[in-house]
């Protein structure tokens, strides 16, 4: 059971590059989420989906894109990097509202460097 | 909109020391969960917490929920080196998002 899965784990872009992040989940989760994580910000919420098709904004989306066109897979654009955006992201799922108090599942990480 | 705070950002200890972590929300929540991140790793789920005034233990863990659902806490009894980690708080914001804290970084002085 792979659970979350995040590629690649290590990345180095330039400024102005872009990429994708991927995204895959086996336990048929709807709901999913990209976060990143920079030292005393915690964890904050990029993007989300609840399902196939639906996406929405979290807290910090400027600079990215997020597409769900399967219920197994996330990924996550970048459009134009900026040293700004430099972190580690992870990818979480969860198989239903968070509103309920279901675990989320939280893929390995990928760690982002823009120079 | 609502924020989830969370203190201390550190706190460092002598083995066998306790420790404490503490989680105020802005708002109501109808749950607050927990989560471990060993360094390097990623976040792991530990508990939730749903009921007002609900107090779980796990061994030396012992995770409260207020009784206004506004504010929780972690507690760990006598740490021990493998406790070493960011200990996260995490709460909904409405159905379809999960907010956490800003996390506390527990370093143990064998």
């Known amino acids: 059971n792979a659970g979350v899965t995040q590629t690649p784990k290590f990345q180095v872009l330039k400024t102005g590059q872009s990429m994708t992040l991927q995204c895959a989940q086996d336990?048929?989760?709807?709901?999913m989420s990209w976060y990143r994580q920079d030292p005393g910000m915690g964890l904050r919420l990029i993007h989300y989906?609840?399902?196939?098709?639906i996406t929405d904004q979290g807290e910090v989306p400027n600079g990215y894109n997020v597409s769900r066109s399967t219920t197994e897979d996330f990924p996550l654009r970048l459009l134009s990097a900026a040293p700004s955006q430099t972190s580690v992201y992870f990818c979480?799922?969860?198989?239903?509202?968070w509103g309920t108090g279901v675990e989320a599942f939280f893929g390995q990480g990928t760690r982002l460097t823009v120079v | 909109g609502q924020q989830v705070m969370q203190i201390p950002q550190y706190q460092h200890v002598q083995e066998g020391e306790d420790f404490t972590t503490y989680c105020n929300s802005s708002t109501t929540l109808s749950n607050i969960q927990w989560y471990k991140q060993r360094p390097g790793g990623h976040p792991v789920f530990l508990i939730q917490l749903v009921k007002s005034g609900e107090v779980k233990k796990q061994k030396r863990l012992t995770f409260q929920f207020g009784e206004a659902k506004k504010n929780s806490s972690l507690h760990i009894t006598a740490t021990q080196t493998t406790d070493v980690g960011t200990y996260f708080c995490a709460g909904p914001r409405g159905a379809q998002k999960l907010v956490f804290g800003q996390g506390t970084r527990l370093t143990i002085n064998p």
């Open positions: 979480a799922s969860s198989y239903t509202y």
């Open positions: 336990m048929n989760h709807e709901y």
């Open positions: 989906s609840v399902g196939a098709g």
